[in-house]
């Protein structure tokens, strides 16, 4: 069946998904919990450490609660997606690589401008950064491209390259449409706007406005509390999980206004400290396996 | 002879570090070409997004064979010595001779150093260079980075070309084989070329869509956006900064102009052409033509962009693209035309939304933010400032219109207290500037709190102003509160309004105080807090406006503020304590003690106050311990900080272009808080200094000084104090002693001369009797032209003096005279400035 990245957002994901399982890559579905970027997901934060070869794409909901704009904000949106490829070592070609996914939905960098401009990423809560490019298409930031140095607070071995692409941004530049809720969803008339919204309309009022804080407060509490069971029990998985979890309550709270700029400080050292522990036990778990496998690594 | 070509590729190099890079490799190219003894003549570099280049013009084929000698163990010292010593040197033992050191055979290595190919020797050179190339930032990637030890790079290096004459080095880095094939432009020529060396490497590459040389593609930009605006009807406000940001982002710079929506222009200019700048990389443009001289041809303009604040700003943008595009960059223009405009909405709705709150609102959320952990937050630094800022001009030292600068090249006599040229006009206006500056110190933080400013640190201030005028505060308010930071670095504009001149100088006197009172202190390299630059441009305040400011006075009224607050913060003192100390501190009334004039005064109101609180018996133990400590702390920092100014005005007028040996002699007297009177001395010095003769009398000086020193001169001085000090330049550096020295001179002078002096001699000892006390009138009445001028009366006496009277007489007397004499002429030029410290 022919695609028409051109005209339909599902088709313009459908392509990145075919030209990228043609490179190899796991095409794999979004992680089943909230979280705030496409990093999150253990396909990349996780994979990201040890030796072992790791490709794969996929498609992740973000969600942002302090950019929620009630639907009225053409640009902004408290849930968007995010299209994350992971390609573990990176390979030597992949910024043609990168630059092919872009001609296949329908970008001709002999008509469009595309540059690599120096953007280093970082999060603290992950402990982790690595250097790279914001991608630009005529001034436009479509993709943000890294190599990852350290994850967790450990250096990658090897370092993996991380593509991810603002899907309704690019959506709405090969569209040509000027407000994401106008964009063509399936190329035959359904709106992202019919899809979502509603949804941004009620979640920015339950981001601001409506959200219990106490329970809120509770979560955040219980959530660190089940991470640190579930490190005392040597599943770092699942104690990674309770970080992601921590983390979006974190900035639900944020969003509602209820934590001081003493007190932020405070919770972002306790989300990161959660996350850091998630990974050092992953690490520990899986390192003398690793070593085995790959001596070099261990050195 | 061959020339060199080296060209290191890699995925895209961030702009920013690209002339770094550039110097970098030369660097370490020469710093080989030196190690392996291969003489090189003229090396250019270039860059691009893709590549980092070199060529080497005349490289040698091979290098000279070259003999050394190592001086080695003397004969029948051990073996385990000797064949230690062979093989350092990589010799045999028959290879060695001995021969005499010092009457001792000693065994000698001569080692034979055959000439190397050139390009053997860099071909061990590149991958040497790769190694110890320094990047701000580098990193590892791909398969080898499975280990930590792997080539690390700013980005990751994927070729290398190396060329001598026609002949390629070969070498390899982590991997990458040297090789004759590069690549030209990513999109309009993908595949790989073919370099035959140094010679057509630049051509072949521009055949292919590459300009290797930044230079230019920096010209190409500043010409061809400067054409783009001027295509229409528009001009360009330069920005060097831009030009060379985007050289360093295109390997074939196109400039383009676009145009955004009108309405846009509704937001300040300066946003937009932040926004514009700093996201987007764009130039903004201006509807009135370019002003002469501000873009003339080859001029290579600042850095910094021009402000657009001042013309009108046109709806319009150049951006550089990268490619030639096939439709002429119109879908290019399109695409960047709507991200700009995504980004004005933003700013838009922040210009918006900010201007719903007032300031005074915006302002009391300052109390959230922390201006430093004990410090306290930004609310009580504001505070403070305000308070200041209304008694700098209660006191008088910042007025309605400027002193005029005393000891002018005119001379005329100076101002004092009591006979200021112009009065202030009322009292009511008076009344209203301090005002004024309260009002403006108590909003200029407030800003800090908005959107706007969250989004645009840069436009701190500014928008403050912008807001202020929007709310329709007073236009002395809004102008304070957007230049209260100013001047920001060297060739800023000082604010010279009154209103602005008190909330700058209090914002900056708070700062510094402040730190120094909790003993954070500036040392060596290390100035966390930026009190260099704020005592700098609080110097650049004081020098513009000719202000009085006696600096121990604003110290106490500075520095008590600032320590009790910190007082009230610290967690050293014991809890209990802590409760009965901030219910002491807090019942002080901190604006009266400012008002105090002697730092005592203020102690014993602090120890007054400490009866009236709860538990009078402890509190009145506690107030006085507490107090007196404080006063400890206070007596010990203040001279620091009095250095510490002296220091940064000496810094700020020397990137006035003041000569430092001026700013040195005048110094060097010492005992001097007020900023005004020692710039007024420096530039009478200077002014005399350049005529024939200040340089006449400054000869004579060193002359008399040389003399006096050769002879170990003491004369009366030495009989006055032996103080044990070498120089004796230095007791009469000591304001107590040079009175009592000066009066035992005058006895001495007074009880005349044992012999009849020669002509000159007496001459000089007249002209020494006139211009003494002229010189200390005129530095009295701080009019320092004149004493410059009385200075200038002893010079013909002196060169006169030189031509025609022997020092070193036979008869001793007369010498001793002569030699009083001179340390005579000495100390009265020392009392306008030591010369001593003047070069030339």
């Not at chain 2, 025609?804 to 008869?811: P, Q, S, W």
Request: glycine content about 8%; proline content about 5%.
């Amino acid at each position: 069946m022919d695609r028409n990245p051109a005209e339909s957002f599902q088709d313009m994901i459908l392509a990145l998904h075919d030209f990228w399982s043609a490179q190899g890559c796991l095409i794999l579905q979004p992680y089943d919990m909230r979280m705030g970027a496409g990093t999150f997901h253990t396909a990349t934060t996780l994979r990201a450490l040890g030796p072992e070869p790791w490709n794969a794409a996929f498609v992740q909901p973000c969600r942002r609660p302090t950019d929620g704009r009630y639907g009225e904000n053409p640009n902004r949106l408290q849930h968007y997606y995010q299209y994350q490829v992971i390609l573990k070592p990176s390979p030597a070609d992949i910024q043609d690589l990168y630059l092919q996914s872009l001609r296949v939905i329908g970008i001709d960098p002999l008509l469009h401008d595309i540059r690599f401009v120096e953007d280093d990423w970082e999060s603290p809560t992950l402990g982790a950064w690595g250097l790279g490019w914001e991608v630009w298409c005529d001034g436009m930031e479509v993709t943000q491209f890294t190599y990852f140095q350290q994850m967790g607070g450990f250096d990658c071995k090897p370092v993996a390259g991380e593509l991810t692409y603002g899907l309704e941004r690019l959506a709405m530049y090969i569209q040509g449409v000027d407000n994401v809720y106008d964009l063509d969803f399936n190329g035959r008339g359904v709106s992202y706007g019919d899809v979502f919204l509603e949804n941004e309309k009620q979640m920015s009022k339950w981001n601001f406005e409506v959200a219990d804080t106490d329970a809120l407060f509770d979560l955040f509490r219980k959530a660190a509390a089940e991470c640190r069971n579930c490190l005392d029990n040597n599943v770092p998985i699942a104690a990674y999980e309770q970080a992601i979890e921590a983390s979006h309550v974190f900035n639900l709270l944020q969003a509602r206004g209820v934590i001081s700029v003493q007190e932020r400080a405070s919770y972002m050292a306790q989300v990161r400290d959660l996350a850091r522990g998630s990974c050092e036990a992953y690490m520990a778990k899986e390192a003398p396996r690793w070593a085995e496998k790959c001596p070099e690594w261990s050195k | 002879m061959s020339d060199f070509l080296l060209e290191l590729r890699s995925e895209e190099i961030p702009a920013r570090m690209q002339a770094g890079a550039r110097g970098e490799l030369e660097k370490l190219f020469r710093r080989e070409m030196d190690a392996a003894g291969v003489g090189i003549g003229e090396v250019t570099v270039w860059s691009t997004p893709r590549r980092l280049a070199l060529v080497a013009r005349g490289l040698p084929e091979s290098t000279e064979a070259v003999r050394e000698e190592a001086k080695g163990p003397p004969e029948g010292a051990p073996d385990a010595a000797i064949d230690g010593f062979c093989r350092k040197n990589g010799v045999g033992r028959d290879q060695l001779e001995l021969r005499e050191v010092k009457g001792r055979p000693t065994w000698f290595a001569v080692i034979e150093k055959p000439g190397r190919a050139t390009r053997d020797l860099l071909a061990e050179a590149i991958p040497a260079i790769a190694r110890d190339f320094a990047w701000p930032k580098s990193m590892r990637w791909g398969a080898a980075s499975v280990s930590t030890g792997s080539l690390r790079w700013v980005r990751p290096l994927s070729g290398i070309v190396a060329i001598l004459g026609e002949d390629l080095v070969e070498c390899a880095v982590d991997g990458v084989r040297s090789g004759y094939a590069t690549l030209g432009h990513r999109f309009h020529c993908p595949g790989e070329i073919t370099i035959g060396g140094a010679h057509d490497y630049a051509e072949k590459l521009r055949a292919c869509h590459v300009i290797v040389d930044h230079e230019e593609r920096a010209a190409l930009i500043r010409e061809g956006a400067r054409k783009a605006a001027a295509d229409a009807g528009l001009a360009l406000v330069e920005d060097e900064g831009l030009v060379i940001e985007n050289a360093g982002l295109t390997e074939w710079p196109v400039p383009l102009l676009g145009r955004f929506d009108e309405a846009f222009l509704d937001v300040p200019p300066e946003v937009i052409q932040l926004t514009a700048r700093t996201n987007q990389k764009y130039f903004v443009c201006t509807r009135a033509p370019a002003q002469a001289g501000a873009s003339g041809e080859g001029e290579q303009p600042h850095e910094a962009p021009a402000s657009a604040g001042t013309q009108e700003l046109a709806n319009a943008f150049v951006c550089t693209a990268n490619i030639e595009a096939e439709d002429g960059g119109a879908a290019i223009v399109d695409g960047n035309r709507k991200v700009l405009a995504a980004r004005l909405s933003d700013a838009r709705f922040f210009w918006e939304q900010d201007r719903k709150t007032s300031l005074a609102d915006h302002a009391s959320k300052l109390e959230r933010i922390t201006f430093h952990e004990k410090l306290g937050t930004v609310a009580d630094k504001v505070e403070r400032v305000a308070k200041l800022a209304r008694w700098l001009v209660e006191e008088g030292i910042v007025r309605e219109s400027p002193l005029p600068l005393a000891g002018g090249a005119g001379g005329g006599p100076a101002s004092s207290d009591s006979d200021i040229p112009s009065p202030n006009p009322s009292r009511k206006r008076e009344g209203d500037l301090a005002n004024l500056a309260e009002q403006a110190a108590r909003l200029a933080k407030a800003d800090l709190v908005t959107e706007m400013v969250g989004e645009f640190p840069e436009l701190q201030g500014l928008m403050g102003g912008y807001y202020a005028r929007a709310e329709g505060l007073p236009d002395e308010v809004a102008d304070a509160i957007r230049d209260h930071y100013k001047p920001v670095g060297q060739g800023d504009e000082v604010p010279t309004a009154p209103v602005t001149v008190a909330v700058s100088l209090a914002d900056k006197l708070d700062t510094v105080a402040a730190f120094f009172a909790n003993d954070d202190k500036p040392t060596g390299s290390k100035d966390p807090y930026a009190l260099r630059r704020a005592a700098i441009s609080l110097a650049a305040v004081v020098a513009q406006n000719n202000l009085r400011i006696p600096l121990s006075v604003v110290y106490r009224a500075t520095f008590l503020p600032a320590r009790l607050n910190l007082r009230l913060d610290n967690s050293e003192v014991p809890k209990a304590q802590r409760a009965i100390d901030d219910d002491y501190f807090k019942s002080l009334d901190l604006f009266a003690l400012r008002q105090a004039q002697e730092a005592e005064n203020v102690f014993e109101i602090m120890e007054d106050r400490a009866h009236r609180v709860a538990d009078p018996t402890k509190m009145k133990q506690f107030g006085r311990t507490r107090a007196q400590a404080i006063l400890t702390e206070y007596e010990s920092s203040e001279r620091e900080f009095l250095d510490f100014f002296a220091d940064r005005l000496k810094v700020q007028q020397r990137e006035a272009g003041v000569r430092h040996d001026l700013i040195d002699a005048v110094f060097a007297l010492g005992n001097e808080d007020d900023l005004v009177r020692l710039l007024a001395r420096v530039n009478a010095l200077q002014a005399f200094i350049e005529t024939e003769d200040g340089a006449n009398l400054l000869a004579a000086y060193k002359r008399a000084s040389n003399i006096l020193k050769k002879e170990d001169w003491r004369g009366i001085e030495g009989e006055i104090a032996q103080t044990g000090e070498e120089d004796p330049l230095a007791i009469v550096d000591d304001p107590d002693l040079a009175a009592v020295v000066a009066a035992k001179m005058a006895e001495r002078h007074a009880s005349g001369l044992s012999y009849t002096p020669e002509p000159a001699e007496k001459a000089l000892i007249d002209a020494l009797h006139a211009a003494e006390p002229e010189a200390a009138r005129a530095v009295e009445q701080e009019d320092f032209a004149a004493a410059m001028a009385a200075l200038a009366s002893l010079r013909a006496p002196i060169d006169r003096f030189f031509d025609e009277v022997t020092v070193n007489a036979d008869e001793e007397k007369k010498r001793a005279a002569r030699l009083d004499l001179l340390a005579r002429f000495r100390a009265a030029v020392h009392k306008v400035a030591d010369f001593s410290r003047i070069e030339g």
